[in-house]
């Protein structure tokens, strides 16, 4: 990702990736964190927003 982003500075569009580390949703395994899609999103507005990063991670 982060060579497509680089290959795309300047053109106004941005190339991110969020690696999720976290079962989504209620019923996965136990003693596997988990998160709902709420509480994911914003890591995915603040790279839309920002453009600072092609690269995030969403720990529980």
């Known amino acids: 990702m982060l060579n497509l ?3 795309l500075a300047g053109s106004g569009v941005h190339a991110a990736h969020v690696a999720i580390s976290v079962w989504i949703g209620d019923s996965g395994p ?3 964190p ?3 899609p709420e509480q994911i ?3 995915y ?3 839309h927003e920002r ?3 092609s690269e ?5």
């Open 5 to 7: 982003d680089k290959e």
């Open 51 to 53: 453009r600072d990063r």
């Open 45 to 47: 507005w603040d790279l």
């Open 30 to 32: 136990e003693g596997i």
């Open 34 to 36: 988990t998160a709902t």
């Open 56 to 60: 995030a991670v969403f720990n529980a």
């Open 41 to 43: 999103a914003p890591l």
